[in-house]
């Protein structure tokens, strides 16, 4: 047996599976392998495929049964489907890549416009701020306008009043002068 050729591994596959005169037969009362597995699709119909029971016989021919051309072929066909699935799976990868830049992306647009957002909420406060204190400015400047007003007249009046008052005085003092005399 010459390990890595294909003959190594059919001696191999040989070995293990054994041939139908060297394979071990059930003892009394154990079931054949057929056997166990159609009461296993019984009780999990959904398990497996329906199998055929006429392939029944193929299922478990000699690996030197099989040429070749048949073990390469089959190997191609795997190796096809595992070459699609892979790229199956790459371009899937590439598409999780993309939506995910795209994401990034739109997250770097909503950050700069979140940060557009405030800087004109903050100049429109800031506005609003500067005009309600300019008006307060004139509001002051009226209010103190008209106190200086009342001032002013409520200082007219005070001097009238004590002006009044002044010659009131100045004739109860001629009068009780007058009197004494």
């Known amino acids: 047996m010459s390990d890595g050729t294909i003959q190594g591994v059919r001696d191999k596959l040989n070995a293990f599976m054994g041939s139908e005169s060297t394979a071990p037969q059930p003892t009394q009362g154990q079931p054949r392998f057929h056997e166990k597995r159609?009461?296993?699709?019984?009780?999990?119909?959904?398990?497996?495929?329906?199998r055929d029971k006429s392939r029944a016989g193929n299922d478990t021919r000699n690996m030197a049964d099989i040429s070749r051309e048949e073990i390469d072929t089959?190997?191609?066909?795997?190796?096809?489907?595992?070459?699609r699935k892979v790229s199956d799976i790459a371009k899937s990868v590439g598409d999780f890549q993309t939506a995910n830049q795209r994401t990034v992306d739109a997250l770097q647009n909503a950050k700069?416009?979140?940060?557009?957002?405030?800087?004109?909420?903050?100049?429109?406060?800031?506005?609003?701020?500067?005009?309600?204190l300019s008006a307060q400015k004139e509001e002051n400047a009226r209010f103190s306008a008209y106190i200086r007003e009342d001032v002013k007249s409520i200082g007219d009046d005070v001097?009238?009043?004590?002006k009044a008052v002044t010659e009131m005085r100045i004739r109860s003092e001629t009068k009780t002068e007058a009197t004494k005399n």
């Open 38 to 50: 159609d009461h296993y699709d019984a009780l999990s119909p959904h398990a497996n495929s329906p």
């Open 74 to 83: 089959k190997l191609q066909l795997i190796e096809e489907r595992l070459d």
């Open 112 to 132: 700069w416009w979140a940060i557009g957002t405030a800087i004109a909420v903050l100049a429109v406060f800031m506005g609003t701020l500067q005009w309600g």
């Open 159 to 162: 001097k009238e009043i004590s």
